[in-house]
């Protein structure tokens, strides 16, 4: 596996497990003395999605796109990094419009 394929399966993989929980999901109740398990994935969600996501991001894509200009890295790779923080970012829009698409044919 290259690089940039393992790159690209990282960032699927992380969208998906940070990804906003599905309707299906909201009609189970959480079991008794969860609350702090909950509240704590939450907070790790927010603070991974939030800020700090968004600042690393941009410094990941600044440092690629500069090293892509100057051809110390291939392009490809480049490409793959950038494509990785949109498919981490908008997990929750690709997933709602895939259920959409997927309800709509019912």
Known sequence: MSNGIR???LAAVISTLL???GSAQDSFADPQGSGVLVSAVNWLSGTLL???ATVVAV???AAVGFMMLTGRI???YGVTVILGCF???GASSIVAGIHATATLGQ
């Open 50 to 52: 939030g800020t700090i």
């Open 7 to 9: 790159a690209a399966a």
């Open 59 to 61: 410094i990941a894509v």
């Open 19 to 21: 990804a906003a929980p």
């Open 74 to 76: 291939n392009w490809r």
């Open 87 to 89: 498919v981490l970012f």
